[in-house]
């Protein structure tokens, strides 16, 4: 069997996979947004191996259509609304499509100019959004936030110690140190271990009654850690937590970054995007200040996974961090295009900026701002019946979209069973939050396909479970 389609095999591809997108579309409002899954079904995937002649296209979107879409959460659903996760935007598959079609290299621009242009282009966009010089500015798309945060973690390091690379963290000097909140993501440890800075080197400092880095403490800290001999190096805040999306004091963060000379980086990966939405863009100022900054495309771009990004305030740093000369891969610079060999740690890399790019082109970048802008709306009506309802409890103050919910008097296992039994009932995937200890659910607004009546009945619902 040939590996290519022949025209009559294409034209059936073609059909079914059109078959396949505008079912999934039309259908979605219907589809359990969790589904029940058929473990046998999936046994029999695990199992059965592959055949040594082919099922054909017509086999592949059998096993699609009867064996892998009934059993994937719909996370497009509208009433998906646990992670922050976000619906693809309607463009997503094509360009997906044509991105696997034309297979560029996104490493050196040779295999992939226009890419290299385009991711550019996305780039710059976005780092314009902060503020940031767009001629000094740089940056490059990863698979996500965390990795974004490893990338700008390795740069920091970079920055601190010119000989990093010959020495690493060997070479006998004093430890360092890096600070974050106690509400920061995981993925800041995470990146701390994984570069061998060391858990018992990342200070997570207390937060304010708001959720956000208490900036005396970040500051007493600091003074302390160096007193006893460590060496502080960078401090990570937050623009918008996971839990309660909210937004450490950035310009204050600065101010001591700047004055104990620190790298500052933010991580924006839930929240920074937030910028296009006008109503709240003042919030993410002082990013610009930033060293660098994280940013998911896969959340508030709703591009589909995988697409994360990091700006740096100099392009340079990200240059000292990953360029290494190798003469096999050695092809004359142009000015036009980057090398992205040189700003991450990836060779062979997706082009993955097509998506983020066709997205802005077909939409416009009105129709994001007014997406997000409408989720904060959401977010608001959320919090203002979810006050107004007797049986419930705001756990914290609404600051995007990320809404912490109790019911008081249950317990956390029970608040657990209520997350299970609003998912089971197809009321809404919704999660779990602990905030201050306390346990509840936690409503994450980063869908586009969400209304006003999606929210209205799950405070219904949960306001009637709440009586009963
Ligand atoms: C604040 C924050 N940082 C980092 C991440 C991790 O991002 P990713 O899943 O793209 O790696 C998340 C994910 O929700 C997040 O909310």
Redesign the pocket.
Same mark, same amino acid.
């Given at each position: 069997m040939s590996l290519i389609l022949d025209d009559a095999e294409r034209r059936r591809a073609n059909d079914l996979l059109a078959r396949f997108l505008d079912g999934y579309e039309r259908n979605l409002d219907d589809t359990p947004i969790v589904p029940e899954i058929d473990r046998d079904t999936l046994q029999e995937l695990m199992h059965e191996g592959f055949p040594a002649t082919g099922t054909g296209v017509e086999g592949f979107f059998r096993d699609l259509d009867e064996r892998i879409v009934p059993n994937s959460t719909a996370v497009s659903h509208p009433r998906f609304l646990a992670?922050?996760?976000g619906p693809p935007t309607g463009i997503a598959a094509y360009a997906e499509a044509v991105a696997a079609t034309l297979n560029q290299n996104c490493n050196f621009w040779q295999l992939s100019p226009a890419a290299s242009v385009i991711e550019r282009t996305v780039i710059g966009w976005l780092a314009s959004r902060f503020g940031f010089d767009q001629e000094r500015a740089g940056g490059i798309l990863? +698979?996500?936030?965390?990795?974004?945060?490893l990338n700008a973690l390795t740069v920091a390091l970079h920055a601190r110690r010119p000989d990093f690379r010959a020495t690493g963290l060997q070479a006998g000097r004093a430890p360092l140190v890096l600070y974050t909140s106690a509400e920061?993501?995981?993925?800041?440890d995470k990146a701390a271990g994984i570069l061998g800075i060391g858990l018992d080197h990342v200070r997570h400092i207390p937060t304010d009654d708001r959720l956000r880095m208490r900036v005396d403490l970040l500051a007493e800290a600091v003074r302390a850690d160096r007193a006893a001999g460590l060496e502080p190096f960078c401090v990570v805040a937050?623009?918008?937590?996971?839990t309660t999306g909210s937004v450490d004091p950035l310009g204050e963060i600065a101010d001591l970054a700047e004055a104990e000379d620190l790298w500052l980086h933010v991580?924006?990966?839930? +929240?920074a995007l937030f910028v296009l939405a006008e109503p709240v863009a003042e919030m993410f100022r002082e990013i610009r200040r930033a060293d660098s900054v994280?940013l998911?495309p896969?959340?508030l771009l709703f591009a589909p996974?995988?697409a994360?990004c990091l700006l740096v305030r100099d392009a340079a740093t990200l240059r000292a961090a990953y360029a290494y000369s190798s003469s096999y891969l050695t092809v004359a610079q142009d000015p036009l295009m980057h090398d992205y060999m040189d700003h991450g740690p990836q060779l062979s890399r997706s082009f993955k900026a097509l998506k983020i790019w066709a997205a802005l082109r077909t939409f416009g970048t009105d129709a994001f701002g007014s997406a997000l802008t409408g989720m904060l709306e959401l977010a608001g009506h959320l919090g203002r019946r979810v006050t107004a309802e007797p049986g419930l409890e705001l756990m914290a103050p609404v600051t995007l979209t990320a809404v912490c919910i109790r019911l008081p008097g249950l317990s956390g296992p029970e608040h657990t069973t209520l997350l299970a039994r609003l998912a089971e009932e197809g009321t809404a995937l919704l999660g779990p939050a602990v905030v201050g200890g306390a346990h509840g659910i936690r409503v994450c607004i980063t869908n586009h396909r969400t209304t006003r009546a999606d929210i209205d009945a799950i405070v219904d619902r949960l306001a009637e479970l709440s009586r009963a």
């Amino acid at each position: 069997m040939s590996l290519i389609l022949d025209d009559a095999e294409r034209r059936r591809a073609n059909d079914l996979l059109a078959r396949f997108l505008d079912g999934y579309e039309r259908n979605l409002d219907d589809t359990p947004i969790v589904p029940e899954i058929d473990r046998d079904t999936l046994q029999e995937l695990m199992h059965e191996g592959f055949p040594a002649t082919g099922t054909g296209v017509e086999g592949f979107f059998r096993d699609l259509d009867e064996r892998i879409v009934p059993n994937s959460t719909a996370v497009s659903h509208p009433r998906f609304l646990a992670y922050v996760l976000g619906p693809p935007t309607g463009i997503a598959a094509y360009a997906e499509a044509v991105a696997a079609t034309l297979n560029q290299n996104c490493n050196f621009w040779q295999l992939s100019p226009a890419a290299s242009v385009i991711e550019r282009t996305v780039i710059g966009w976005l780092a314009s959004r902060f503020g940031f010089d767009q001629e000094r500015a740089g940056g490059i798309l990863t +698979g996500g936030g965390s990795i974004a945060t490893l990338n700008a973690l390795t740069v920091a390091l970079h920055a601190r110690r010119p000989d990093f690379r010959a020495t690493g963290l060997q070479a006998g000097r004093a430890p360092l140190v890096l600070y974050t909140s106690a509400e920061a993501h995981r993925c800041v440890d995470k990146a701390a271990g994984i570069l061998g800075i060391g858990l018992d080197h990342v200070r997570h400092i207390p937060t304010d009654d708001r959720l956000r880095m208490r900036v005396d403490l970040l500051a007493e800290a600091v003074r302390a850690d160096r007193a006893a001999g460590l060496e502080p190096f960078c401090v990570v805040a937050t623009a918008g937590t996971v839990t309660t999306g909210s937004v450490d004091p950035l310009g204050e963060i600065a101010d001591l970054a700047e004055a104990e000379d620190l790298w500052l980086h933010v991580d924006g990966a839930y +929240g920074a995007l937030f910028v296009l939405a006008e109503p709240v863009a003042e919030m993410f100022r002082e990013i610009r200040r930033a060293d660098s900054v994280a940013l998911d495309p896969h959340k508030l771009l709703f591009a589909p996974l995988e697409a994360g990004c990091l700006l740096v305030r100099d392009a340079a740093t990200l240059r000292a961090a990953y360029a290494y000369s190798s003469s096999y891969l050695t092809v004359a610079q142009d000015p036009l295009m980057h090398d992205y060999m040189d700003h991450g740690p990836q060779l062979s890399r997706s082009f993955k900026a097509l998506k983020i790019w066709a997205a802005l082109r077909t939409f416009g970048t009105d129709a994001f701002g007014s997406a997000l802008t409408g989720m904060l709306e959401l977010a608001g009506h959320l919090g203002r019946r979810v006050t107004a309802e007797p049986g419930l409890e705001l756990m914290a103050p609404v600051t995007l979209t990320a809404v912490c919910i109790r019911l008081p008097g249950l317990s956390g296992p029970e608040h657990t069973t209520l997350l299970a039994r609003l998912a089971e009932e197809g009321t809404a995937l919704l999660g779990p939050a602990v905030v201050g200890g306390a346990h509840g659910i936690r409503v994450c607004i980063t869908n586009h396909r969400t209304t006003r009546a999606d929210i209205d009945a799950i405070v219904d619902r949960l306001a009637e479970l709440s009586r009963a």
